[in-house]
């Protein structure tokens, strides 16, 4: 498949094989950071990972907190810097600067509608207009040699036939990956994604479409990856970060089992030590982090996180009162020592 590269993976659960659907860490604000994919690369890691949104406005204006946005590491040939802004020359110079950098790839967000960022005319604003919209990708195409890509949504409206040409708007000035949210900008998470959309999508372009929402679980990662180029997570692979082992495990089973169907699952007799996960976790965030981050990022990881465990919202409560990484720390292992169950 073009400009989406299947890879051979070491893991202490998984045996070495090359797998067919390539997996993607989604881009998440305070989240798709370093730390979270130190901890991924620990269980076999993905084929991808997105960055969270990096400013290009900030980027360009040297922001003091820049360098920890696009730092690459782990593995920056696999690692995509995703851009999100509304001027179309920060946005191409933000691509002139990061192309100098060992990467997997350029993108640029058209999806994202959150109101700070929908206010500034950003993210899936750029939806409202596909002339605007291929005329910014052919100013920033010239200024990258990378894979050049867009993540967006249905659109402003449920309109597949607009979604289909605007598409090809994009691949007309040259993006070579399409990862599409199959929801409007206006619905939430409590709207299931048209995983329909992503399927139909691709058989109207001739690049890459890889499709990203409501993925949860292993095997429900392997059913979307039938339908499109590439599967994209981000809320499971917070919550499970050993995720796409358990998928690559279940991958080499040749067979996609029933939803409900665990006894077949190959990572359920090694199921990974959630403790040991989360002070791991709490270990890597202040090594690549700075000190204004830690609170932020290790609040909203832990407040997914924590779903695998019993007390879990009586835990994330608890966390959520500590002023330092150090009281997380303490608060985190007592609740193993009063629930070793």
């Known amino acids: 498949m073009a400009n989406i590269r299947t890879s051979q993976v070491k893991s202490s659960q998984v045996s070495d094989y090359i797998h067919n659907t390539p997996f993607i860490l989604a881009p998440m604000a305070e989240l798709s950071h370093r730390p979270l994919r130190e901890l991924i690369e620990g269980f076999g890691g993905c084929d991808q990972y997105f960055t969270e949104m990096i400013s290009a406005a900030a980027l360009i204006d040297q922001g003091p907190l820049e360098a920890f946005y696009i730092d690459a590491g782990p593995r920056p040939e696999k690692t995509v810097y995703q851009l999100v802004g509304s001027d179309p020359q920060k946005l191409a110079l933000a691509a002139a600067f990061l192309d100098k950098k060992e990467c997997a790839g350029i993108d640029i967000n058209m999806g994202c509608s959150a109101p700070a960022i929908t206010r500034t005319g950003a993210g899936v604003k750029w939806m409202a207009d596909m002339d605007k919209a291929a005329a910014l990708i052919r100013r920033i195409r010239p200024h990258t040699s990378r894979r050049l890509s867009v993540k967006l949504r249905i659109g402003l409206t449920d309109d597949f036939e607009y979604l289909v040409r605007f598409c090809?708007?994009?691949?007309?000035?040259?993006?070579?990956?399409?990862?599409?949210?199959?929801?409007?900008?206006?619905?939430?998470?409590?709207?299931?994604?048209?995983?329909?959309?992503?399927?139909?999508?691709?058989?109207?372009?001739?690049i890459p479409v890889a499709g990203n929402g409501d993925i949860g679980s292993a095997e429900e990662m392997l059913r979307r990856?039938?339908?499109?180029?590439?599967?994209?997570?981000?809320?499971?692979?917070?919550?499970?970060?050993?995720?796409?082992?358990?998928?690559?495990?279940?991958?080499?089973?040749?067979?996609?089992?029933?939803?409900?169907?665990?006894?077949?699952?190959?990572?359920?007799?090694?199921?990974?030590?959630?403790?040991?996960?989360?002070?791991?976790?709490?270990?890597?965030?202040?090594?690549?982090?700075?000190?204004?981050?830690?609170?932020?990022?290790?609040?909203?990881?832990?407040?997914?996180?924590?779903?695998?465990?019993k007390w879990g919202n009586y835990l994330k409560n608890q966390l959520n009162r500590e002023q330092d990484l150090a009281g997380m720390e303490k608060t985190w292992e007592a609740y193993f020592r009063e629930h070793g169950e």
């Open 168 to 206: 090809r708007r994009l691949e007309a000035e040259g993006v070579e990956l399409i990862t599409l949210h199959p929801r409007t900008a206006k619905e939430k998470f409590s709207r299931n994604c048209r995983w329909n959309y992503v399927s139909s999508l691709k058989k109207e372009l001739k």
């Open 225 to 309: 990856g039938q339908g499109c180029d590439a599967v994209m997570t981000g809320r499971l692979a917070i919550r499970k970060p050993w995720i796409f082992a358990e998928a690559r495990a279940l991958e080499m089973t040749d067979t996609v089992y029933t939803m409900t169907d665990t006894k077949h699952d190959p990572c359920a007799k090694n199921e990974p030590n959630t403790e040991e996960t989360g002070l791991r976790f709490l270990e890597l965030l202040p090594k690549y982090q700075p000190p204004e981050f830690h609170l932020g990022r290790a609040r909203r990881f832990f407040g997914y996180f924590c779903d695998n465990l």
